[in-house]
């Protein structure tokens, strides 16, 4: 139980105009298997909601070797490296199975929060998580500290209001829809010659249904959501290499 396993082969439905796993659809299934280990160990949904508190991501760094691929088998594996009184970090890792190659690597760190107040909650007594922590070591580092993208620094941006169809069981933001909005700040001739080798995203501050945020970018790969720029609710860095 302390390591939780998933396998799956990539279908046609769930691949982008290269025959590859988007990244959003990368980060959603680094979500649901995480979902599923903490389901099986005892600190799912709705073990959480028995105090009024919900998971939420908090930050993530991912290493890309190469994107899964249309018709592969994987094996992705997930287990608990530490918990603190108000973050637990989780790592991944996402095996091809006809050779047992790691093509993708990534670190993430989790919080609770309050879904009256929408403060954090105390994790320290979550003794069915602290039982699981596995001293295996993670291939991906933990996302570095990311600072907000100066308006003059931006090389280009849009505006996005939030729709329902945005929103998730927490009424914010989905973690997919804020990839889907980064990874938009580039356009498909780019993607046809570069692919992203590290993607790393801190969530700062709930964007919630009606709110219209500005996303941009920088020169460097930095990127930021921001409802209001003094106050930034996501900053992120993506590193390319040629594809």
Same mark, same amino acid.
């Given at each position: 139980m302390n390591i939780h396993h998933h396998e799956f082969r990539l279908v046609a439905s769930e691949v982008d105009s290269r025959l590859r796993m988007p990244l959003s659809s990368l980060v959603v299934a680094i979500i649901d298997i995480a979902t599923a280990h903490a389901n099986r160990i005892g600190v799912?949904? /709705?073990d959480m909601m028995k105090t009024n508190s919900s998971w939420v991501l908090s930050r993530l760094a991912i290493d890309i070797t190469e994107m899964p691929r249309l018709g592969e /088998?994987?094996?992705?594996?997930?287990?608990?490296t530490g918990i603190s009184r108000l973050f637990s970090d989780r790592?991944?890792?996402l095996r091809r199975l006809s050779d047992d190659a790691v093509v993708v690597s990534a670190h993430s760190v989790w919080m609770a929060i309050d879904m009256t107040t929408r403060r954090p909650s105390d994790l320290t007594a979550l003794n069915a998580m602290t039982e699981r922590i596995l001293d295996r070591p993670c291939a991906c580092l933990p996302a570095s500290p990311l600072r907000p993208l100066a308006r003059e620094a931006a090389d280009y941006g849009f505006d996005y209001t939030v729709k329902v169809s945005d929103i998730d069981v927490n009424r914010h933001l989905t973690t997919r829809r804020y990839i889907d909005l980064l990874v938009d700040l580039y /356009? %498909?001739?780019f993607y046809e010659s570069h692919a992203i080798s590290r993607f790393e995203i801190a969530f700062k501050r709930e964007v919630r249904y009606g709110e219209t945020v500005a996303v941009s970018r920088g020169a460097d790969g930095a990127a930021m959501i921001a409802s209001d720029p003094a106050s930034p609710?996501? %900053?992120s860095k993506m590193i390319f290499s040629n594809d």
């Open positions: 799912g949904y /709705d /088998d994987y094996r992705m594996s997930t287990w608990i790592c991944f890792e /356009d %498909l001739p609710n996501a %900053l």
